[in-house]
């Protein structure tokens, strides 16, 4: 089992610029979750998909923030017009439904930096 | 709205010495499932354990925990700390009825172990 994936691993954008995250989740997993990694804030929940479909993304900056499932193989996490507080460390991670036990496997997460 | 709070930010221990990480959560929800990740310097969180059911004790790799709803409680244990231990642990969770596999992310607690 590959576990999750993420690309890139590393990513600098200049201010402005637009930013996209892919993610491929476990195979068999039918929910993938995207968290975003700070010092100071920790792991914070932006959105989820099961299934492919949206479930929960309040945890989303609306305005310049989305995030797709196009597939059940692959999920993207968009930024456009990219600030310095949108520099973290963005996590993809998925897990199985049926059963679930709410165990999270995480992908090594894509760096962001906005200069 | 569901939270979790870990006290501390860093702790710092001899090795030997008995560790413990404080967890308290806040929930609407009557099922709540309380989690340990732990992750290591350059790698993504993994899962250490996890419980829901109250007063039980769980434990995996030499940690444990209790999950006491009274006190809304998940405190992480070990009776000596190596220094393999140190890591970023974060206490999470989630509903087991509801939303079943979000989970909301203490701000995490570094954990840092000295010959």
């Known amino acids: 089992n590959a576990g999750v994936i993420q690309t890139p691993r590393h990513k600098v954008t200049g201010k402005g610029q637009e930013a996209t995250l892919w993610c491929e989740p476990i195979?068999?997993?039918?929910?993938v979750f995207w968290y975003r990694q700070t010092i100071v804030q920790g792991l914070e929940f932006l959105t989820y998909f099961r299934n492919q479909a949206p479930i929960d993304d309040s945890g989303m900056p609306k305005e310049r923030f989305s995030a797709q499932m196009p597939n059940q193989s692959h999920s993207t996490l968009k930024i456009q017009s990219t600030q310095p507080q949108d520099s973290a460390v963005y996590l993809c991670a998925s897990s199985a439904h049926r059963g679930n036990t709410g165990q999270l496997y995480f992908g090594e997460g894509s760096k962001l930096t906005v200069l | 709205g569901d939270s979790v709070t870990q006290t501390e930010g860093l702790v710092t221990l001899t090795e030997g010495l008995p560790v413990m990480l404080n967890c308290t959560y806040q929930t609407i929800y009557s099922n709540p499932f309380l989690f340990w990740y732990v992750q290591h310097l350059n790698e993504s969180p993994r899962l250490l354990l996890k419980s829901f059911t109250d007063n039980k004790r769980t434990e995996h790799q030499g940690f444990h925990a209790t999950l006491h709803k009274s006190s809304s409680s998940f405190h992480l244990q070990k009776s000596s700390a190596q220094l393999s231990d140190s890591a970023l642990y974060y206490c999470?969770?989630?509903?087991?009825?509801?939303?079943?596999?979000?989970?909301?992310f203490g701000q995490g607690t570094k954990l840092s172990i000295k010959p």
């Open positions: 999470a969770l989630s509903d087991m009825n509801y939303n079943q596999g979000k989970l909301i």
């Open positions: 195979s068999g997993h039918s929910a």
